[in-house]
């Protein structure tokens, strides 16, 4: 493996493959990013994307090909965490990123302090990266990205263990921001920021002339950011162009083009089964035996015979080849299965009076009545997630009535499943009636899993997984009631676009907590603040 840094920003992978264990991560990947691009990087939990960006931060090693990376102006990389032991400051991790551009301004002080004619080209070529660098702004950039991500109130000396897990990614995404490196490497740069702060990085981004690669699960981000989209699923990279809406473009063609191998597939399977009970079978395909020539064909008989065997042997070889290597059925669009006749229930489906639960929740009256649509929205740590779990009967409030009629779906925002030991397909049909034959056949219909992953253990999923398990039972049992905590997470772009129309669809009533910008701009109901419902109880 070559990780080499040289003059321009450009990246090429020729033949990357890596593992962790016995788990395949990445297989043979090749790929280029050309100078100033901004590419989305995108795929299920575990599929890769924190790992290809490692390794290309030379923070991991392939286990084969080949990486070179040209970034004569640094390389940025913002990880999952901050990396520093919690006793350090704000100042060590402002310090850490900007460590080139310290060393630099160090080494020309000190040259300054003797400038001989022997010094001075060391001095002139130092400035000149410096300088190209934006050296000289580098601490007013600290401060404008600490301020478009809402961290102006830290004290520098403030040691990071004092910071909020939100206040620790903001810091660490301002850290990168500020050293300004030429290829910006960024996992998941949107998670824990507001609206304006997400605005602020969108256009930060926008406006950087080098290159960017973004792990993300936000559409509105990619929509706005990224030129381009790779998708990591199954060990392997796909490259799309003209960034979010070239991808969804390219996903929707692709589905076009199985629906119609599926279609051909089955006509060819039909044309040749007809082919085998009828036309094999005649004489003269086409024309039947007339009376003036039935002697002739009855002294040709065993060649006649020979002639109709052969052509059906041809047809049943034919059919064997294409049933062996079946183009599958694509799966139906999500949808949910429950029925919303009118009359189903009398009277709200979810009631609340004088509702407490410690310091986190109080709310003094709210109803859910059938048909309605509401999209909570708050800051994190407003109570959201403890509203929808009493309405869900999940969390038993300390004071108040709840009142609860009809069926209820919930989705949590964490997927747990209590049985780690039951198979995929066991616990998708945990509690309900059928055959087990029925309950897989039901569960591979949604899309959601594979054949050959029915029988993984629970235990053993990916947190996508669980939720796309989670997702499935909910999708599959009948509810007059939806309550969805943060339901896009974890789920791939794909699967979110048609969840969203599988919501639309729907005509039972939905509560639905959400910070994701997409989902709340085309949401068809109303938005409620979580602190309208919020009331000290007197």
């Known amino acids: 493996m070559i990780w080499s840094p040289v003059l321009s920003t450009q990246l090429t992978l020729r033949g990357i493959s890596k593992s962790y264990a016995d788990h395949l991560v990445l297989d043979q990947v090749s790929l280029s990013v050309r100078p100033g691009e901004r590419v989305g990087i995108v795929g299920e939990n575990g599929s890769g994307k924190s790992t290809l960006l490692r390794l290309v931060a030379g923070l991991d090693r392939p286990d084969d090909g080949e990486i070179v990376v040209a970034a004569g102006g640094g390389i940025g990389h913002l990880g999952q965490t901050l990396g520093l032991p919690p006793a350090h400051t704000v100042r060590h991790a402002v310090d850490a990123a900007l460590a080139d551009l310290r060393a630099m301004e160090s080494r020309m002080r000190e040259l300054e302090a003797d400038l001989t004619e022997g010094r001075l080209a060391e001095y002139g070529d130092l400035l000149s990266v410096y300088q190209a ?99 990591v699923e199954g060990g392997a990279v796909a490259r799309f162009g003209g960034g979010y809406t070239g991808y969804l ?162 989705l949590p925002q964490e997927s747990v499943f209590t049985s780690p030991g039951l198979t995929v397909v066991e616990a998708f049909a945990e509690g309900r009636a059928g055959y087990p034959a029925e309950h897989r056949e039901r569960l591979l219909s949604l899309g959601l899993f594979r054949a050959d992953g029915l029988d993984t253990p629970v235990g053993a999923l990916s947190v996508g997984q669980r939720r796309r398990l989670a997702l499935a039972r909910l999708l599959t049992g009948e509810a007059d009631l939806l309550l969805l905590d943060e339901p896009t997470n974890h789920l791939s772009l794909t699967l979110v676009e048609e969840l969203e129309q599988a919501l639309h669809a729907y005509r039972g009533a939905i509560v639905a907590v959400s910070h994701d910008r997409t989902l709340r701009d085309g949401f068809d109901g109303t938005a409620i603040q979580i602190d309208h419902l919020l009331k000290e109880i007197k």
């Open 133 to 231: 660098r934006g050296g000289y702004e580098a601490d007013a950039r600290v401060e404008a990205a600490l301020h478009g991500l809402g961290l102006a109130h830290l004290d520098r000396d403030r040691t990071l263990g004092s910071l909020s897990g939100g206040e620790q990614a903001r810091l660490g995404l301002a850290c990168v921001l500020a050293a300004d490196p030429e290829m910006m490497l960024l996992d998941e740069p949107t998670n824990h920021l507001d609206a304006d702060a997400m605005n602020w990085l969108e256009e930060r981004l926008r406006a950087h002339t080098g290159t960017v690669l973004a792990v993300s699960h936000d559409r509105h981000f990619l929509d706005r950011v990224a030129t381009s989209i790779l998708e």
């Open 249 to 410: 473009a390219e996903q929707a063609a692709a589905r076009q083009r199985w629906e119609q191998a599926y279609a051909g597939w089955c006509e060819e399977i039909r044309r040749i089964e007809e082919f085998a009970a009828t036309t094999a079978h005649r004489v003269a395909p086409g024309r039947a035996i007339k009376d003036n020539n039935k002697m002739a064909y009855d002294r040709a008989a065993g060649r006649v015979q020979n002639s109709v065997a052969g052509r059906v042997r041809q047809a049943t070889e034919r059919l064997r080849r294409l049933r062996e290597a079946p183009v599958p059925e694509p799966p139906a669009p999500l949808r949910f299965a429950g029925r919303f006749d009118a009359g189903t229930v009398d009277g709200p489906l979810v009631e609340l009076r004088d509702v407490r639960v410690g310091d986190r929740l109080a709310v003094r009256a709210f109803t859910v009545e059938p048909g309605s649509r509401l999209l909570v929205s708050g800051p994190n740590g407003a109570g959201k997630t403890t509203f929808l779990r009493v309405l869900a009967g999940d969390l038993e409030p300390d004071h108040g009535v709840v009142r609860r009629r009809g069926r209820i779906g919930y």
